[in-house]
DNA sequence: TTAGCCAGCCAAAACGTTTTGGTAAACAGT
DNA sequence: ACTGTTTACCAAAACGTTTTGGCTGGCTAA
């Protein structure tokens, strides 16, 4: 016998999933309210006796409703959840820094009673994931890491319209939100510092100049030269496009490479400890006849104790910043808020014994222009 | 003047995003077509004639229409999203294993076309996280890792009747869907090619034995002294609850305290390639007079180059397992299917030169049973 | 007493889909 | 010509909330 072949589904099947979950029509139905007042009541509006109000909670309380997150979703339109597309580049999600961030953002989520959606994208499909992501309305808001220069994420994502917030900032800063530090103030600091005990060959062993964030950095230096006269040919301009692995190390070795350098300043406190095999090997010594400055992101599974009276470093945790991203997001997709912009705290933590140009042995504290 | 103080609220407030997006009606209308035929044309039902079909197709396509997730959700009862809740004990999310099953699910995800609502979780509270993500409906299913033998999360999953899908096992694994390697076999076959090179006394440095997987590993270990009716203290216990950092150096150290251990088996090949230093500082070689041996688990920015030759490897990528999970709870989610349990290759890469008993230079590949 | 106000409640509409249970027209078989 | 089947469509209900725009009855002020 043949089967007749009305109406059959091509793709999805429904699933026979038992649902008997209590929902604001059974509480209404128990304590002879309407729904609405059961509604009004635990969204805090005033028009509900402070009486009925405690009826319905305890109401709530002992059945274990939790109102359905699709009905809400749909009628508010809002999803309570964030998006992050990460970049999937080699390494992206295996790298420390991220891992720091993503921390923050995880426990901020938690407090602040939102979804993370997470995805990663390959470099040449995002716009469209993002485009996706919007035009199903599955989440209130992005967050996005790492911009370039001019970042089509965040032109995109500008023209559409919609709320993001920006760990970092390129050209149009002032038309989103975004956390940062200062970049270019706390690397022109730490090589100020540098020359300011005499230093006059230093290396900048920078992060993968294709991001913003390194491009700064670099500009930071870059204008403490400038603000001392001093020629272009002082600093050892070194980046790398792949910052985990044997960078910090091929790095340090290369300037090494120089005798003459005298002080080396670090992007990140991995490459920093790193390059530290290189340095014995070069026979030198940091904090004795080498100078070692370094951001450190507040990496805690990274152990830089050994290190603690050695190195010069510009810390402001990763972690933290995580948290405000999602903070701030929230308050533009929840409050409508205007775009604001956010640069994380700094704190400078000097090391001692550190001059090879019997100069003071102590580097006074910096503020980060 | 006192404000009016009626209906307002004390939480959330409305925000004014403009949305202008096409809705199924406006298919619709522009089709002259019903709002029942747009679906049922873009779901693959056969009662929708195909000139039909393709207009609306067309029209899809160039109105960039895309269905209301919101919506969908509400009617269909699915979201169309998976759920992982990771315990955050410290350095959870910074776990390079975890990093390599995360990127995997990320991957599959993608191509399943599923959002995954990542969230970390306290231990003591992850329950309720799991409870209230169920009642408000979040998600379709979950991804449980690292089981404990009888792992209280799984215990309120199967309680709570919805579908999950853990990464390693436990007692009920008949109960539930999992992706899991042979551990206690592949360990057994590991430590038994040592037995059968003729080395006596080898010691396992095993992952944190609070977990189900490494106390698998350690009785693969036993039932390969069992099967060939050696003494009990032929093998050396030792395992750490922090396989980051410092573990794999001084369990080697302690290792090889006995200076009668010739051979070490490892339960990840981080942990081995950490231990190298002990090894050297000890006086010793791998490959030459000790025999190395580790669980690889592809970790791709962990480099195993320089010891390729050296140690031998039981290798099973994560990144592959954490595939397989999506597929798995997928199945599931929207097909009901019955739990099952995938059990994922293993292969055997046999170091050369590394028996140090003048036995047979190559190990046999083993099969894992 | 009466108008006005306020506190406290509710019915119904709306959000954007999917699904149910049809119908009308065309076609086939007798 | 009549009956049944098939094809191609559709109106309305449903999903579980929030929000709008009421209504009622009691209190206050004049």
Redesign the interface.
Known sequence: MLEK???????????????N?VTIKDLARDLGLSITTISRAL?????VSEKTRLRVVEAVRES????????Q??V????H?LGWIKD?RA?A??D?HF?EV??GV??A??TENY???????HHSSQTSAYD?SI????VDGFIVDLPQPRDPRISFLLDA?VPFVVHGRESRSSQYSWVDIDNAGIFKALAGLMFDNGHRRIALVNGDEHFAYAIERRKGVNAAIRQRGLPADCVTYLSTTHP??LAGYQLTEQALADPSVTAILYSSSIMAMEGQAAVSRAGRVAGGDLAVATMDDGL??V?LSPYEDLFTFARSPLRDAGERLVDALVAR????EPPSGKEMDVTFHIAQGLDSAGLPKKWRPAKAA
């Open positions: 072949q009305t109406r059959i589904r091509r793709s999805k099947a429904r699933g026979g999933r038992r649902e979950r969204n805090g509006y005033s028009d274990g409703y939790q109102p359905n997150r699709s009905a979703r749909l508010t339109q809002r999803t959840s999937e390494g999600i295996a420390p891992v993503f921390a995880l426990r989520c938690r979804d993370l959606v997470f995805a990663a994208g996706r035009r199903e309305h599955s319209d985990m692995g805690r599974h152990d997709c929840e409050r409508d």
